[in-house]
């Protein structure tokens, strides 16, 4: 539920919250299901690897973060590493078009 609320008290908004349940015999349904927001989705155990490619097919963004039941980000996470992507993103854009490499 922790890693639940971490996500849901992002400075940055603008995101879906997936949770992949890979078959658990505890409460993850019912843990997902007391928040709005949250989109469940049940497999039988296929493991780790199964299950993100879950998270990534029933997705609908262009960037992914992956967390564990037991995982937390910090409030601004998601706000930092978008603006650093396109940061990146940005500077290589700028090479392509221009055909300069920069340096900082």
């Not at 493991?47 to 937390?72: C, H, P, T």
């Not at 601004?76 to 940061?87: D, F, K």
């Amino acid at each position: 539920m922790d890693a639940l609320r971490s996500i849901l008290c992002q400075t940055y908004s603008h995101h879906e919250i997936l949770v992949i349940d890979d078959g658990s015999t505890d409460d993850t349904r019912e843990v997902a299901a007391r928040f709005d927001k949250v989109k469940y989705f049940y497999q039988e155990n296929r493991g780790l690897a199964s299950a993100r490619n879950a998270g990534i097919r029933e997705s609908k963004g262009d960037l992914l973060v992956f967390l564990d039941a037991d995982d937390l980000l910090s409030p601004s996470a998601l706000q930092i590493g978008v603006g650093e992507l396109w940061g990146i993103l940005s500077v290589r854009l700028c090479q392509e078009i221009t055909g300069a490499w920069l340096r900082t």
